[in-house]
């Protein structure tokens, strides 16, 4: 059984303009000490899904299907009560931006004291303790000095660390990292990164990294998830996604990454058009009208996904257009796609 199954999962805002559908139908497994990294861009739904799992959805937001279960135990619909019990102890999370996320007029040494104690029972003195311990952990210097300082008086990776130590406190089964890096340069991102890494091999917990740089994914994960316009439109594990991508979106989103190999006046191409407009969601595939590929097809219905190898799962028409031309298109007994030849020769 995974740690964590989401299932066909809804969440929408309720606007005075309309339904927002934030996240619409998205599913995914998570496996003990694995990393399962969520790709799109701005919009895409990927943080709203973290929000999701953990219930901490503002109004107008709120979860209309779907199911989200952790260790076989359904979150959806817990009261607040018991949701707390797991929220900050068995799974946490690392939001964007550090210096929002930390209280200004309380010491880091307060904030991290005040999770211990919610969630651990150790009494002040050796919450304290533990928070030093924490801090030692995730590289930060002089603990003892760092708890009775101010946030504002630490650099953006410090802020950043402690925001990973907070995390850590109860050793959760499950960290969300949702843009753990973004307001970091390269530098700090890298040993960010290096440090989630190493405390996730000691640990033993799973990491679900929420980003939009592929770069992050292809050093961290072990499968891939690209969202987009709230769904989810490819998945499988990194390797699948980043040298066989079955569809346009992705191809889109690696075509316009620099590549260091390349000739220096080689343009990028950028993914033409707009995000989809949420509020009027079309009833065909949503990236059709940025999609240079798009068919007829794709204007009047969503392509169900099918895999496209091993370990490898995409929905796109582009992928029946070209498995019906090799004949390599597999049917059930009712006459339904149910697998498709496509990724190098590779089957489910």
């Known amino acids: 059984m995974a740690l964590l199954e989401v299932r066909d999962l809804r969440t929408s805002f309720f606007t005075p303009a ?11 497994n998570l496996d003990s000490g694995k990393v399962l990294g969520i790709v799109g861009e701005s919009g895409s739904g990927k943080s709203v899904t973290a929000y999701s799992i953990l219930q901490i959805l503002t109004h107008p937001g709120r979860i ?9 135990q359904e979150l959806v619909g817990l009261p607040d009560s018991e949701m707390r019990k797991i929220r900050g102890n068995r799974i ?16 880091v040494g307060n904030q991290l004291v005040e999770a211990i104690k919610l969630h651990t029972g150790r009494n002040g003195a ?60 390269v530098t700090i991102q890298a040993q960010i990164l290096e440090l989630m890494q190493d405390l996730q091999k000691k640990l033993g917990m799973a990491i679900l990294m929420i980003t939009h740089d592929l770069g992050v994914i292809a050093g961290m994960c072990d499968e891939v998830i690209i969202m987009y316009a709230g769904g989810v439109c490819e998945r499988g594990t990194a390797d699948k996604i980043f040298y066989h991508p079955q569809h346009e979106y992705t191809k889109g989103l690696l075509r316009s990454i620099p590549n260091i190999d390349s000739d220096e006046k080689e343009r990028l191409v950028p993914i033409s058009g707009t995000p989809i407009d949420l509020l009027r969601m079309p009833s065909g595939c949503p990236f059709a009208p940025r999609c240079e590929k798009a068919m007829k097809v794709c204007l009047q219905g969503r392509a169900p996904e099918v895999w496209v190898g ?17 004949g390599l298109i597999e049917y059930g007994e009712n006459g339904e796609i149910v697998r498709m030849k496509l990724d190098g020769g590779d089957e489910e």
């Not at 309309?18 to 995914?28: D, I």
């Not at 590289?139 to 995390?167: D, F, H, T, W």
């Open 92 to 107: 946490s999370i690392i939001f964007q931006d550090p210096m929002t996320s930390l209280n200004p007029v309380y010491t």
């Open 310 to 326: 091993r370990d490898h799962l995409a929905a796109c028409w582009m992928n029946y257009k070209t498995g019906m031309e090799k």
């Open 126 to 185: 050796q919450a304290r303790d533990r928070a030093a311990e924490l801090l030692s952990l995730v590289g930060i210097n002089e603990p003892e000095k760092r708890l009775k300082q101010y946030p504002y008086e630490l650099s953006g990776g410090m802020r950043q660390r402690v925001m990973i130590a907070m995390a850590l406190a109860c050793e959760p089964d499950i960290l969300i990292a949702d843009e753990p890096t973004t307001a970091l340069d």
């Open 64 to 72: 209309v299907g779907g199911s989200i279960k952790f260790k076989g």
């Open 18 to 28: 309309g339904e927002v559908k934030a996240v619409n139908g998205v599913s995914f």
